[in-house]
């Protein structure tokens, strides 16, 4: 029996065109006429997220920033971890030695100091995602998008990290050189407090070391009685790692990493031909026969 289900966005629940089909979406609905549970779990922030489901009326909880924030509904904050200012000082300055791009995730918004090499870094993980995208189409969709997610240009973010109304729940850094990203990983194993992670082959995320999309989905279902054995969670890459290994009914992405699916009971099909709403009809199926 399941009474929740929880999805990544990028690679997962979205298409190629960083959308969600027809089909998943009709899944959705499905799921939920079952009276079924069901949120997302993402990198992004609820902004963000919230840009990508409006477009098709998705209205649901959210676990966001790889689960430094848990959001209800209606878009109330239930939980958040930030990073301490000395911690958020420590990694900027790795990320700042190696020369990399990088975006900082607060509770005030996203910053970025470098405009253009933002829409070069989110041009790169669309490609990256989904390879199959014409190259020509994505500058004016990244530009649409970098505008609607309200990013915040500073000169740096020192001003960021020692505001006292300001929490800092992310790094997002990006390279295509993926020895200076091991390096990177290498460095910050002499920072205690975070969690390192990944949600593509050229990005790295930092969050506080308990920021953990396994962590917040514990939190979630526990605060609504429900079980994790009770609960499906889908997934392509190693961020979405410690909720997969969490649930009783874990599905990876046909498009996903293979560590990834090697952790999870399920495999489905590819992002860009609705794997998400595969999975959801075949649990519904399953369901309808037990």
Wanted: with cysteine.
């Amino acid at each position: 029996m399941i009474k929740c289900i929880a999805t990544d966005m990028d690679g997962t629940l979205l298409n190629a065109n960083q959308e969600v089909s027809e089909q998943n979406k009709l899944a959705i609905q499905a799921a939920r006429d079952q009276g079924i549970d069901f949120l997302v779990a993402t990198g992004r922030s609820y902004h963000d997220l919230r840009y990508v489901l409006d477009k098709v009326g998705v209205q649901c909880p959210a676990i966001c920033l790889n689960g430094a924030e848990i959001r209800d509904e209606n878009g109330n904050v239930e939980f958040g971890i930030g990073l301490a200012e000395e911690t958020a000082e420590k990694v900027a300055h790795v990320l700042d030695t190696a020369d990399i791009y990088y975006e900082l995730y607060t509770s005030n918004g996203t910053y970025t100091t470098n405009y253009e090499k933002g829409i070069q870094a989110v041009m790169d993980i669309y490609r990256t995602a989904n390879p199959s995208v014409e190259v020509s189409m994505l500058r004016e969709r990244v530009e649409k998008r970098f505008k609607k997610r309200l990013i915040k240009i500073v000169d740096d973010f020192d001003g960021v990290f020692g505001a006292e109304d300001i929490v800092t729940y992310k790094f997002f850094g990006f390279s295509k050189d993926e020895s200076l990203l091991v390096d990177i990983y290498k460095r910050f194993e002499q920072i205690k407090g975070i969690t390192v992670t990944t949600s593509g082959r050229h990005n790295i995320e930092i969050t506080h070391r308990h920021a953990k999309k396994g962590n917040a989905l514990k939190r979630y279902t526990e605060k609504r009685g429900i079980s994790l054995d009770e609960t499906m969670a889908l997934g392509d890459n190693y961020n979405d790692l410690s909720m997969l290994e969490l649930v009783g009914h874990s599905v990876a992405m046909g498009n996903a990493e293979k560590e990834i699916k090697d952790a999870c009971r399920y495999v489905t099909g590819l992002n860009t031909e609705d794997g998400v709403a595969k999975a959801i009809y075949k649990a519904l199926e399953e369901m309808a026969i037990s």
